[in-house]
Nanobody, 127 residues
Framework: QVQLVESGGGLVQPGGSLRLSCAASGSTSDIYAIGWVRQAPGKEREGVGCMSNSDDSTYYPDSVKGRFTISRDNAKNMVYLQMNSLKPEDTAVYYC????????????????????WGQGTQVTVSS
């Protein structure tokens, strides 16, 4: 089992930045890929950044490409999502997800897939 705990959400003005953090614990060696998935009210779940643990490849959808960056610190078992140039349409609950794989990072994000999930953290972009 893997436990994931997100932090770092909050209220930010349009154009601002936030960094989300995800602390992983448990059987972290089982993780094949990790990602961030968001869900806004009335909208489908959307993967916004996914990373492979084997080759560090990443995937971002067009909606966030160039604005969001996923990274990890293996020594600390932490995963981050740096979000810049935030827009009101980025408002959502953001979840950290981990997959046992094998799965391509693009598939993980497109499908919003994951075997393990955090509890989510709210991000609100509003003036």
């Amino acid at each position: 089992q893997v436990q994931l705990v997100e932090s770092g959400g909050g209220l930010v003005q349009p154009g601002g930045s936030l960094r989300l953090s995800c602390a992983a614990s448990g059987s972290t060696s089982d993780i094949y890929a990790i990602g961030w998935v968001r869900q806004a009210p009335g909208k489908e779940r959307e993967g916004v950044g996914c990373m492979s643990n084997s080759d560090d490849s990443t995937y971002y959808p067009d909606s966030v490409k160039g604005r969001f960056t996923i990274s990890r610190d293996n020594a600390k078992n932490m995963v981050y999502l740096q979000m810049n140039s935030l827009k009101p349409e980025d408002t959502a609950v953001y979840y950290c997800a981990a997959d046992r794989g094998p799965i391509a990072v693009e598939a993980m994000c497109v499908l919003g897939a994951g075997d393990y999930w955090g509890q989510g953290t709210q991000v609100t972009v509003s003036s």
